[in-house]
């Protein structure tokens, strides 16, 4: 079993929908949840930081972290064509922080005008 | 102020064949990473630096042998390309410090195929 898991999508939603991506994770000792977007043949791009529990809001963008559940979710308002792309979680223990991120497969959006 | 640079962007390997792929950073990043991108896989950690001359393992090493002789340069080499190493790779670099935020920002990837 993969420590982060990730639906792989490919998601496809009409122009304006919320989008709701998210991650399940086994290692309890995660502390820091992260969210990157990857566009096609590019490098991810940090796109949200979580620490602990909680939520964290930066414009249309909502990351969530339920540390009970295991489950992070980053949402997605008024979504754009331009929110097409790949879409990361990572995450990292406190033990490892700075040296080693675990990465979900990726969950591919498609947001169509 | 480019960031972080990967040369090359594409590169066709037959097997056995060896090569170098270059990671620059201009941030003064104290942390270097190398991943692998596979379908399906996420990005998988191969080797990282938490500074100049020094190295570690990460997820799936083998295969693979790094140097970081300079700060701003990590070096990634394949001795024996095999078809399995087929991939896009990317290199990564981070400045961590206490209570920071842990970003690592990521290369434009270099696609590597070995036939």
């Known amino acids: 079993q993969k420590e982060v898991e990730q639906d792989p999508g490919p998601l496809s939603v009409p122009e304006g929908a919320i989008v709701s991506l998210n991650c399940t994770y086994s290692?309890?000792?995660?502390?820091?949840f992260m969210w990157y977007r990857q566009y096609s043949r590019k490098g991810p791009e940090l796109l949200m930081y979580?620490?602990?529990?909680g939520n964290k809001e930066d414009g249309r963008f909502t990351a969530q972290v339920d540390k009970s559940s295991k489950y992070i979710s980053l949402f997605i308002r008024d979504s754009q064509p331009s929110d097409s792309a790949t879409y990361l979680c990572?995450?990292?223990?406190?033990?490892?922080?700075?040296?080693?991120?675990?990465f979900g497969a990726g969950t591919i959006l498609r947001v169509k005008s | 102020n480019a960031g972080v640079t990967q040369t090359p962007k594409f590169r066709v390997l037959k097997t056995g064949q060896s090569m170098t792929l270059l990671c620059a950073q201009d941030?003064?990043?104290?942390?270097m990473y190398w991943y692998r991108q596979d379908p399906g896989m996420g990005l998988r950690l191969i080797h990282y630096?938490?500074?100049?001359?020094?190295?570690a393992k990460g997820e799936v090493p083998d295969g693979y042998n790094v140097s970081r002789l300079k700060k701003q340069n990590f070096l990634l080499g394949l001795e024996s390309a095999a078809p399995s190493q087929t991939s896009v790779y990317f290199c990564?670099?981070?400045?961590?410090?206490?209570?920071?935020?842990?970003?690592?920002?990521f290369g434009p990837g270099t696609r590597l195929t070995v036939l």
């Open positions: 630096s938490v500074g100049e001359g020094t190295t």
């Open positions: 990572a995450m990292s223990s406190l033990a490892e922080y700075g040296n080693k991120l675990v």
């Open positions: 990564a670099s981070s400045y961590v410090t206490g209570g920071r935020t842990d970003t690592q920002y």
């Open positions: 941030m003064n990043h104290e942390y």
């Open positions: 979580t620490y602990s529990s």
């Open positions: 290692n309890s000792a995660f502390q820091y």
